[in-house]
């Protein structure tokens, strides 16, 4: 019964396609690329949209045109410049979002949208202005003690997880040692970092990941990192072919997922609530118990997507980013660069390395630190095509009307790549963000795209920056980054290094690096101070 309702309705589509009645219609005077009947542009775009986008930008000349997916249009933005004009001078008519069949209709149909996926609304507006308040720069700053404690926790960890890295950094007998079992992949450790803290910051729960928890924190990030994909522009063909809804079995793996991300959601909320009834410390100073302090007039479903959103949107930025930034500086270049860190925080700290390891959590004071993890930001572009936009009311941009309910689409590597804004923009260049003399440029008219822009910016991004520089700071305090004694050295083009070209994030295929214990003064006695936490 299903294949034949299904058949009837592609045939039904076929010819509403045909009679030109269901193609969506194009808009008046935005180049549009060639597709194919029904699908569009779909098929064109299955793997990395946002090279293909690149690709049709530089070859039709034209930051600005328009695709068919399906039976949705859409309306990509190349150029720095004409992401800015649109994200920031119409930064209300483009705040809204699109809603997905796979991502909004069966995988949030339990616990709600996140904050970021909310299309504007009321409800919206009150859950960003709370999580906003709860996460600005002051905020933030308030949580250097979790920064240190997290940091110094995942440093630890990997050390016991890798005997090469046993045994204060003078007397290390493997410092000279080549052998392939040395090599580590980072990628998980980054991971667990980002789970643990955004658990303990929403929920004061600390989860033991490397033992008792770690099947369970393992099961979050691996249904996190599905559900994540189901929020791709391209990949979930049931979003844009409409009759393929009603195949039997396309809702079966999303219904799923639903139901194991509904488990652990419902799991740390009731760990929660069970240790504030015995007025537990820490769980009294958590993100929720601190919102319901306050009496706001958020409804049991708004706290569930603000939970949501905390537990799921730092497991792909700032992992990702921190995958790729250790990456970076284990290739030959990265060995100046990290040296140069470790020099300015020796400088800052007065040559005492116990002064820098303490400051990395309390004061983001050295602005070359802060320059790696921004160029890291924009060279990765975690979220090539970012998350798209709707316009909520018509916009008259460059003479070309785009009406209300226009989805756009920003090609953020595209616009991180921009050679008019970024000189030689493919360079890992930390530098391109100091003046002469070495210090922060703050009064930038240029910046990276990868937190968003206008009104829908990312709400974390104080705290993704806190917990970057952080880690960044201390894992460079503590080791030198190496290239792999194997094969494994990470491919520095995220697009060839990608094993997933349809999703929605950069997935890095595994890549290695090699970890050489840093010998200075102090070195020994900041690594049995670590050791003894």
Not at 504 to 519: A, C, G, H, M
């Given at each position: 019964m299903y294949y034949l309702f299904a058949r009837v309705s592609a045939l039904l589509w076929l010819l509403l396609d045909w009679l030109g009645l269901y193609n969506p219609p194009k808009i008046p005077g935005i180049l549009s690329i060639p597709g194919y009947p029904i699908v569009g542009n779909l098929l064109q775009v299955l793997s990395n949209p946002a090279e293909v986008y690149m690709k049709w930008s530089d070859k039709h000349e034209a930051s600005l045109f328009q695709v068919q997916l399906g039976a949705q249009r859409m309306v990509v933005v190349n150029k720095y410049q004409d992401v800015y004009n649109l994200w920031v001078k119409h930064s209300f008519a483009t705040a809204s979002r699109p809603v997905l069949y796979t991502f909004h209709d069966i995988v949030s149909a339990t616990?709600?949208?996140?904050?970021?996926?909310?299309?504007?609304?009321?409800?919206?507006?009150?859950?960003?202005?709370?999580?906003?308040?709860?996460?600005?720069?002051?905020?933030?700053?308030?949580?250097?003690?979790?920064?240190?404690?997290?940091?110094?926790?995942?440093?630890?960890?990997?050390?016991?997880?890798?005997?090469?890295?046993?045994?204060?950094?003078?007397c290390n007998i493997y410092r000279n040692f080549r052998n392939e079992s040395c090599d580590i992949d980072l990628y998980r450790y980054f991971q667990l970092f980002a789970l643990r803290s955004s658990v303990y910051i929403t929920y004061g729960l600390h989860l033991d990941c490397y033992r008792r928890d770690g099947p369970f924190c393992q099961d979050i990030i691996d249904i996190e990192a599905q559900i994540m994909r189901y929020r791709s522009t391209t990949s979930n063909l049931a979003d844009y072919i409409i009759p393929l809804r009603y195949l039997p079995g396309v809702s079966k793996y999303p219904e799923y997922i639903r139901g194991r991300r509904d488990f652990y959601m419902e799991d740390l909320m009731d760990s929660m609530k069970r240790r504030y009834a015995r007025e537990e410390h820490p769980i009294k100073t958590n993100l929720v118990a601190k919102i319901a302090s306050k009496n706001c007039l958020l409804t049991d479903l708004e706290l569930?997507?603000?939970?949501?959103?905390?537990?799921?949107?730092?497991?792909?930025?700032?992992?990702l980013t921190m995958n790729y930034l250790m990456g970076q500086l284990s290739h030959p270049h990265g060995e100046k660069q990290q040296e140069r860190a470790f020099?300015?925080?020796?400088?800052?700290?007065?040559?005492?390395?116990?002064s820098a390891w303490?400051?990395?959590?309390?004061?983001?004071?050295?602005?070359?630190?802060?320059?790696?993890?921004?160029?890291?930001?924009?060279?990765?572009?975690?979220?090539?095509?970012?998350?798209?936009?709707?316009?909520?009311?018509?916009?008259?941009?460059?003479?070309?009307?785009i009406p209300a309910g226009t989805t756009l689409v920003m090609n953020a590597y595209a616009a991180n790549h921009d050679e008019n804004v970024f000189e030689n923009p493919y360079q890992f260049n930390p530098n391109r963000w100091l003046d002469t003399n070495g210090n922060l440029l703050h009064n930038l008219n240029k910046f990276h795209l990868t937190f968003g822009l206008g009104t829908r910016m990312c709400s974390g991004n104080h705290l993704a920056m806190a917990e970057m520089y952080t880690l960044t700071c201390r894992m460079?305090?503590?080791?030198?980054?190496?290239?792999?004694?194997?094969?494994?050295?990470?491919?520095?083009?995220?697009?060839?290094?990608?094993?997933?070209?349809?999703?929605?994030?950069?997935?890095?295929?595994?890549?290695?690096?090699?970890?050489?214990?840093?010998?200075?003064?102090?070195?020994?006695?900041?690594?049995?101070?670590?050791?003894?936490?």
């Open positions: 616990q709600g949208f996140t904050v970021g996926s909310t299309p504007f609304c009321p409800s919206y507006v009150l859950k960003k202005k709370t999580l906003a308040s709860n996460l600005n720069k002051k905020a933030v700053s308030e949580l250097s003690g979790v920064f240190d404690k997290e940091v110094n926790y995942t440093i630890r960890n990997l050390i016991l997880d890798n005997r090469e890295l046993l045994g204060p950094p003078s569930k997507s603000i939970c949501l959103t905390m537990v799921s949107a730092g497991l792909d930025n700032t992992p020099n300015e925080l020796m400088r800052i700290s007065g040559n005492r390395l116990i303490e400051a990395a959590a309390t004061e983001q004071n050295c602005d070359y630190i802060t320059a790696l993890v921004y160029e890291a930001l924009r060279s990765f572009s975690v979220l090539p095509l970012g998350l798209p936009r709707v316009t909520t009311k018509d916009i008259t941009y460059k003479d070309v009307t460079i305090l503590m080791f030198k980054i190496k290239a792999p004694t194997g094969p494994l050295l990470m491919v520095l083009d995220p697009f060839r290094n990608n094993r997933n070209s349809g999703g929605t994030s950069f997935e890095p295929k595994p890549f290695k690096v090699r970890l050489e214990p840093r010998v200075w003064s102090g070195s020994d006695t900041l690594y049995y101070r670590l050791m003894r936490q």
